[in-house]
């Protein structure tokens, strides 16, 4: 890993960067990519994270803002700034930067389904069978396979969360509730789908 730190210096120190650098030390070499992607790692650091350790650890803000003329919208990181004295006391919002979702939808509007752990979990307003998990800090995403058997007209409920060993699960539940020809309602058993 290094000829002048032991290994376990160099993860100690790359776990209290902040994410942004990170991304930037992946392409250090093949050892530091490998290390800041293992599982492992990135447990550390999101520890570090959670206690403070890592420098401009506040707590940040993700705001869909949307313009209500051109339907268009964008993400907005705001840092809570750490200080009091802001109205009536409270903490002030800091903007800390834009972020544009690297996925383009057919009426760019998504819907935020949850937030665990600085992951996003996205949905596609105009087509139900676009979701993704995002990951705004290292600008990376992965598309979520579409519902296994989706009856005709089809709706979703979704959930995002980590269990208690910490993995991510996004649980899906695709069911059907329409109408026949006569106006009796037809419900089909929902089908329960979970991904990690």
């Given at each position: 890993?290094?000829?002048?730190?032991?290994?376990?210096?160099?993860?100690?120190?790359?776990?209290?960067?902040?994410?942004?650098?990170?991304?930037?030390?992946?392409?250090?070499?093949?050892?530091?990519?490998?290390?800041?992607?293992?599982?492992?790692?990135?447990?550390?650091?999101?520890?570090?994270?959670?206690?403070?350790?890592?420098?401009?650890?506040?707590?940040?803000?993700?705001?869909?803002?949307?313009?209500?003329?051109?339907?268009?919208?964008?993400?907005?990181?705001?840092?809570?700034?750490?200080?009091?004295?802001?109205?009536?006391?409270?903490?002030?919002?800091?903007?800390?930067?834009?972020?544009?979702?690297?996925?383009?939808?057919?009426?760019?509007?998504?819907?935020?389904?949850?937030?665990?752990?600085?992951?996003?979990?996205?949905?596609?307003?105009?087509?139900?069978?676009?979701?993704?998990l995002w990951n705004p800090?290292?600008?990376?995403?992965?598309?979520?396979?579409?519902?296994?058997?989706?009856?005709?007209?089809?709706?979703?409920?979704?959930?995002?969360?980590?269990?208690?060993?910490?993995?991510?699960?996004?649980?899906?539940?695709?069911?059907?509730?329409?109408?026949?020809?006569?106006?009796?309602?037809?419900?089909?058993?929902?089908?329960?789908?979970?991904?990690?």
């Amino acid at each position: 890993m290094s000829d002048y730190f032991p290994e376990e210096v160099v993860i100690e120190i790359l776990s209290r960067v902040p994410a942004k650098s990170l991304v930037r030390f992946l392409l250090v070499s093949k050892t530091w990519y490998s290390l800041i992607n293992s599982p492992d790692f990135i447990a550390t650091h999101l520890n570090n994270v959670r206690l403070g350790k890592t420098p401009n650890s506040s707590s940040l803000s993700l705001v869909r803002q949307s313009n209500l003329f051109s339907l268009k919208e964008h993400y907005v990181l705001y840092s809570d700034g750490g200080e009091e004295g802001g109205v009536h006391g409270r903490r002030n919002l800091i903007y800390f930067g834009r972020i544009y979702f690297p996925v383009k939808s057919e009426d760019e509007i998504f819907r935020m389904v949850g937030i665990c752990d600085g992951l996003v979990y996205i949905s596609d307003r105009s087509n139900r069978e676009e979701n993704y998990l995002w990951n705004p800090s290292v600008r990376k995403y992965v598309k979520l396979p579409p519902p296994t058997n989706p009856p005709p007209n089809f709706s979703t409920a979704s959930g995002f969360g980590a269990d208690s060993h910490g993995d991510y699960k996004v649980v899906r539940v695709v069911y059907c509730e329409g109408y026949d020809g006569e106006g009796f309602c037809l419900t089909l058993p929902p089908e329960v789908e979970v991904y990690s």
